[in-house]
């Protein structure tokens, strides 16, 4: 019984010499790459992006594919591009989707399939609006 609360004690006393490792090492290497990379600024309908062009894919889903336009100095990690359907003045549905890596000053394509409306078969006054709604970017840029 005695060695098995020695082996016990010896096992408590080596899991948390690792965790302090961990803990040190950890802080050793936040410091040398200058703090947490991943720390990112939100923005809502960021200023200065915006959807060059767009259309609708017919078939039997809902698509829509375009360019989206980053005219700013900032690199983004991701935009998100909306698609709002209506049919008529009522809302029927809204799909978005991530671009990622959008550089400062440049362009890119963008697909959307917006799932729960169909591509066909729609009345004829069915229409659709897309925006770029919201970003993210590297906090300091």
């Not at 980053?70 to 991701?78: G, I, L, P, R, Y």
């Not at 989707?97 to 729960?116: D, H, L, P, Y």
């Not at 409306?117 to 925006?131: K, Q, T």
Request: glycine share 12%; with cysteine.
């Amino acid at each position: 019984m005695k060695q098995l609360f020695k082996s016990m004690g010896v096992s408590l006393a080596t899991g948390c010499a690792f965790m302090v490792g961990i803990t040190i090492a950890s802080i050793a290497l936040d410091s040398v790459n200058g703090g947490w990379q991943d720390e990112k600024i939100h923005v809502n309908l960021p200023e200065g992006v915006t959807i060059e062009e767009h259309q609708r894919r017919s078939g039997d889903k809902f698509l829509v594919e375009g360019v989206i336009r980053n005219a700013t100095e900032h690199d983004w990690q991701s935009i998100y591009v909306e698609v709002t359907i209506f049919a008529g003045d009522a809302k029927m549905n809204d799909c978005d989707a991530g671009i990622k890596g959008v550089e400062a000053n440049s362009t890119r394509q963008f697909r959307i399939q917006c799932f729960g409306v169909s591509g066909s078969g729609l009345p004829g006054n069915v229409r659709y609006e897309v925006v770029a709604s919201h970003g993210f970017r590297a906090a300091g840029t």
